[in-house]
């Protein structure tokens, strides 16, 4: 099992930038997919970013290329999301999330999830 919290949320102006951290408890973080979701209010969790366990593989979602990078730190049991050039339609609750077994876009996919951090971006 990993226990997931999420930090560095918080309110930005749009062209602005943050930095969301996911730390994991437990010994075995090296061993899994880490995605970011986000789900803005009355939508549905949408994907965001995966990253491998190595951390060579990435995917991002259109609406994010190029803006948002994920990266992770092994020996810090954290995963991050960088996110640039942001937009008010970036606006939403980040989730990180976890899985041992699939590299996937799909959030029914991740067994573990965090509580969420919120990301506000004004106009």
């Known amino acids: 099992q990993v226990q997931l919290v999420e930090s560095g949320g918080g309110l930005v102006q749009a062209g602005g930038s943050l930095r969301l951290s996911c730390v994991a408890s437990g010994r075995t973080f090296s061993s899994y997919i880490m995605g970011w979701f986000r789900q803005a209010p009355g939508k549905e969790r949408e994907f965001v970013a995966v990253?491998?366990?190595?951390?060579?593989?990435?995917v991002y979602a259109d609406s994010v290329k190029g803006r948002f990078t994920i990266s992770r730190d092994n020996a810090k049991n954290t995963v991050y999301l960088q996110m640039n050039s942001l937009k008010p339609e970036d606006t939403a609750v980040y989730y990180c999330?976890?899985?041992?077994?699939?590299?996937?876009?799909?959030?029914?996919?991740?067994?573990?999830w965090g509580q969420g951090t919120q990301v506000t971006v004004s106009s």
């Open positions: 999330a976890a899985d041992l077994k699939t590299f996937s876009t799909k959030p029914y996919v991740y067994d573990y």
């Open positions: 990253i491998s366990w190595s951390g060579i593989s990435t």
